[in-house]
């Protein structure tokens, strides 16, 4: 059994920075590639940046060069690091695993107010 859990989300002005974490339960963590998405209102869940088991990392064009992903794979923790935040950054942020099937956390909402 799989469970993820977000942390780190919360307001901040324009211009800005937030950290998000996202712990996994479970012995799969280092075989997995975990990935952040979000969901603005009304809008689709996408890819905002993913990781894979070497480390290789992919970005959603929108946030590269201020987002950076990053695994610690002895806490099972990966983390998104996220500056020059802009107010189209808004939605809900969510933590994926994947690894034979997909996993999600419950989300950390995170709002950027211009």
């Known amino acids: 059994q799989v469970r993820l859990v977000e942390s780190g989300g919360g307001l901040v002005q324009a211009g800005g920075s937030l950290s998000l974490s996202c712990v996994a339960s479970?012995?799969?963590?280092?075989?997995?590639?975990m990935g952040w998405y979000r969901q603005a209102p009304g809008k689709a869940r996408e890819l905002v940046a993913q990781?894979?088991?070497?480390?290789?990392?992919n970005y959603g064009d929108s946030v590269k060069g201020r987002f950076t992903i990053s695994r610690d794979n002895t806490k099972s923790t990966v983390y998104l690091q996220m500056n020059s935040l802009k107010p189209e950054d808004t939605g809900d942020y969510y933590c994926n695993l994947s690894w034979a099937q997909s996993y999600w956390g419950p989300g950390t909402q995170v709002t950027v107010s211009s």
């Open positions: 990781i894979s088991n070497d480390g290789t990392t």
């Open positions: 479970g012995s799969i963590f280092r075989m997995s590639t």
